[in-house]
Nanobody, 124 residues
């Protein structure tokens, strides 16, 4: 079992930045691919970014490429999402998730463990 706890959300003006963190409870965190997803009111959950177990490969949704950066520190069992140049359409509940290696990266159904989610609101 892996417990994931997000932090760092909040309210920011358009053009601003936020850094989300996701702390994992398990020592084998380093063996998991980690992803960030978001869900806005009335919309389906969508993929934002993911990072492989070593941090060597990252994936991004087209809507956040060039603005968001995912990273991880396996010594701290933590994955980060640096969000820059935020837009009102980035407003959503952001959740981190973990999956064993080798599964489809962008499909939320392939992730076994989820955090509770954290609100990010970008005002115009």
């Amino acid at each position: 079992q892996v417990q994931l706890v997000e932090s760092g959300g909040g309210l920011v003006q358009a053009g601003g930045s936020l850094r989300l963190s996701c702390a994992a409870s398990r020592r084998t965190f380093s063996s998991f691919t980690m992803g960030w997803f978001r869900q806005a009111p009335g919309k389906e959950r969508e993929f934002v970014a993911a990072i492989t177990w070593s941090g060597g490969t990252t994936y991004y949704a087209d809507s956040v490429k060039g603005r968001f950066t995912i990273s991880r520190d396996n010594s701290k069992n933590t994955v980060y999402l640096q969000m820059n140049s935020l837009k009102p359409e980035d407003t959503a509940v952001y959740s981190c998730a973990a999956q064993p290696r080798g599964r489809q990266i962008m499909n939320p159904s392939t992730y076994d463990y989820w955090g509770q989610g954290i609100q990010v609101t970008v005002s115009s």
